[in-house]
């Protein structure tokens, strides 16, 4: 027998005394009756508050059901802010995103503490001083009707393309913990949101929120702290990483073309989070909800503090995946299918042993998502009711009628998004990655034409709407197009190292278990086409390009045509803005006012020179 056949051999026996991954998979698919109970409590939860509200408390009315009455307390509007932004996607995402690519994604807070300043005194005081229900009213304000439509297509572009990411990504976590298909969860799960949603209005969607914010926080605290202490504590999580070199700072590569560098995640980041909280309509709803602009900033601030938190969870979280799996990738061997379920996986490793811990779990998840769709559902309600019906009604709703299509519009796109999760499914990029790049097609050109009409008051209507469609047709290329070419790994990303060479189970083809190349680095096929360059462009910088693209085109075709600055309101502006206004109003005023003295004063002179020459006349006459 040669030296290799007895290698083989060997290493057949050593495979076949292990588990095979399918055995090991059925074995921490254990949801079990408390798991599921835990679940249901959270669902039922959800539900019992929008029948309070819908049917008890009875949130009737237009401004009762989307602003909810602009009465309601800092303290709940803030955590529902939080429970909104932070979806699944981020829950599930972020911790993929550090165990992947390292710890440069979690910089992009660095421009975060910025944005709140920004938000604070140029947007936020515009909108809450306005009174408006819809963000895009002030479009109209600002511009035409027809910016105001522009505008809402785009807000509905963006959540009809980010919320059935946000369903899917849940679903993912509840198949691997539990082996159900995401198909069968998704719509159970979304029916209870959508009725919420449905009888409760914007109260409901805010205590919900409320509701599930401390799920998600208990329950991701609840991972990252038994899971280190299993472990061996925080320092072998660090060491393990900085060993893989996943504990790293970005780049400082000026390169757009690199994934992440420090000035991409500030300078890009910054915009990126400009346009969550600026101009996004699902979050101003909220600040609109509150009775002042104090307690606006004051909500605003929470959201940020509390966002930060959260990303710091999510981000230990992602080093102490790899910690765990360190010397055995669950992505190569298909232990986890999908890069998304490695939480999960991990939530089944270090809590599966203890009953209704794993159920707490896929509530918090869950209720991440279902605060970002409940949100997003009542949001869109608002859009459709206030800017494409109302405009064009000759006769208004009655109240009642107000509260059968805003409820009929809710389970409408509710149904829509459950539908569209198929499509998500068939994409294999990063969801995070996925969800920012296709979100920036819409919130780039959206984020310019509210910068245009907040800050340049000498923009006018044509070169919004000229702008804003460029930006739009741009950003749906670049978008679409560099989404396509990674999808079909024509442009690739640099990934981490990950070893194999650690597993205690068998899986298919072990003749490659001592030596892997990732899947990301296999050689691309030589006959492909090479991607254009501007495919390549960091994701990071997506939301930047569609508001520079938008604003510049804005301001070529204003310089074209002319605004009339002198009959433009000063409230549609920032305040600093309506300052200098002030202050250059004052300026002209006073040039006009010494024009017309000097022109009295040349009059009487004049008037005097001419009454000595009528003199001089008669003398001479005389």
Known sequence: MTSEGTSDDLLANWASDMPTIQELSKSMQNFGVPDYTVFASMLIACGAVGVYFGFVKKSSGEDEYLVGGRNMKTIPVSFSLIASFISGISLLGMPTEIYVHGTSYLFIVSGLILVGFIMSYVYLPVFHE????????????????????????????????????????????????????????????????????????????????????????????????????DLGGISLVIQRNLESGRLEFPSTDWSPLTRHTIWGLLIGGLVHWLQISAINQNMIQRYLALPTLQSARRALWYFIFGVLALIGICGYAGLLIYAWYHDCDPLTTKLARAKDQLLPLLVMNVLGDLPGLPGLFVAGVFSAALSSLSTGLNSMAAVVLEDFVKPFMKTPFTRKGTDIFLKLTVVVLGAICVALVFLVEKTSTHVLQLSISLSAISTGPTLGIFSMGVLLPWINARGALVGGLAGLGFMGWLGLSAGTAIATGRVKYE?????????????????????????????????????????????????LIGAVVTMSIGLLVTLITSEDVEKLDPMLLAPFVRKFLKTSSRNIATEKLHQIEITKSDIKMASHANNEDDKLLQVTAT
Request: proline residues 6%; aromatic residues 14%; hydrophobic residues 45%.
């Open 130 to 229: 306005l009174k408006i229900t819809s963000t895009y009213e002030y479009l109209e304000k600002r511009f035409d009707k027809k910016i105001r439509l522009l505008g809402s297509v785009l807000f509905c572009i963006g959540i009809m393309t980010w919320l059935p990411i946000v369903i899917y990504v849940p679903a993912l976590a509840f198949n691997q913990v539990t082996g159900v298909n995401v198909h069968i969860v998704t719509p159970f799960v979304c029916i209870v949101c959508i009725f919420y949603t449905c009888v409760g209005g914007l109260k409901a969607v805010v205590w919900t929120d409320f509701i599930q914010a401390f799920i998600m926080f208990g329950s991701m605290l609840l991972i990252i702290i038994k899971g280190t202490c």
């Open 495 to 543: 990934e981490k190292p990950v070893t194999i060479e650690g597993c205690t189970y068998s899986f298919p083809q072990v003749e490659n278990l001592l030596l892997f190349v990732p899947p990301d680095s296999i050689l691309d096929d030589p006959n492909a086409e090479e991607p254009l360059t501007v495919y390549r462009l960091s994701y990071i910088w997506y939301t």
